[in-house]
């Protein structure tokens, strides 16, 4: 017959001191982890920022915006402009950069549910930085030379005669194309006039590291800029450009 709880050995001395040690450790560890997620307090300020600063920080790399699941740590951007001839202009004229990720987040501030549509731009800065770091030091500066006379065919031809890895000057190439299109529909909407030519350039930066974070703020972060020569401007369909259409003036 199974031995009856009564014939169990009781707990030694030093289990007991085991385990009540244990929990007294995850209790101060729990009560430090709240004062330094907690907002500025007495009891905060009565043990001292630096001190949690210096328990925390260098085991754990935690901060405030570590448990925010919107935290983000990297920051990029697609601008466009465009080459356009007005109606009353005597010739074509350069028009200013527009930063398309920072207007479409001024849309979605107060929106819950954002369209798909607001995203375009941030997902198009991402992927274009990514397929540029892809690229070798010299295939990058093919990119910003290419003109305007420059066909696709020939821009990938130079690319891979720089470089060893066609697989990402394919994904280059399609991503080329997309912010191509979408620049010159957005540039359609934008300006009035006959949209020529548009350029794009994407930048990246990095959020500073949390423990410069006090003394240097994102805003002082300057961008990493990748920039991409002149395109034609892609003439969409009038049911594609109606919709952009409707989409950028809302």
């Not at 997902?123 to 930085?129: C, E, Q």
């Amino acid at each position: 017959m199974p031995d009856s709880p009564a014939d169990e050995a009781p707990a030694r001395p030093w289990q007991k001191w085991m385990v009540a040690l244990l929990g007294l450790l995850v209790v101060v560890h729990t009560l430090l982890l709240t004062l330094w997620l907690a907002p500025s307090s007495p009891i905060r300020d009565l043990v001292g920022s630096r001190g949690l600063a210096s328990y925390v920080d260098p085991y754990f790399q935690q901060s405030a915006d570590s448990v925010d699941p919107d935290a983000q740590y990297i920051d990029e951007t697609f601008q466009v402009r465009a080459l356009v001839e007005s109606d009353n202009a005597k010739k074509p004229h350069v028009t200013p950069w527009v930063n398309l990720t920072t207007e479409e987040d001024q849309r979605m501030r107060h929106d819950l549910a954002p369209a798909r549509v607001h995203l375009i731009a941030r997902r198009l800065a991402t992927n274009l930085n990514g397929v540029m770091f892809a690229l070798d030091p010299e295939q990058r500066k093919i990119v910003p030379r290419s003109k305007v006379t420059t066909l696709p065919s020939k821009l990938e031809s130079k690319l891979n005669a720089a470089g060893d890895n066609p697989i990402s000057v394919q994904n280059f190439m399609a991503y080329n194309q997309m912010a191509t299109q979408f620049a010159s529909l957005y540039a359609a909407a934008k300006w009035k006039g006959e949209i020529f030519q548009v350029q794009f350039k994407v930048g990246r930066r990095v959020v500073p590291a949390f423990a410069e974070r006090r003394t240097e703020k994102l805003a002082d972060v300057g961008y990493l800029w990748f920039a991409f020569g002149w395109r034609p401007a892609f003439h969409g369909s009038l049911d594609a450009q109606s919709a952009f259409s409707s989409y950028v003036e809302n």
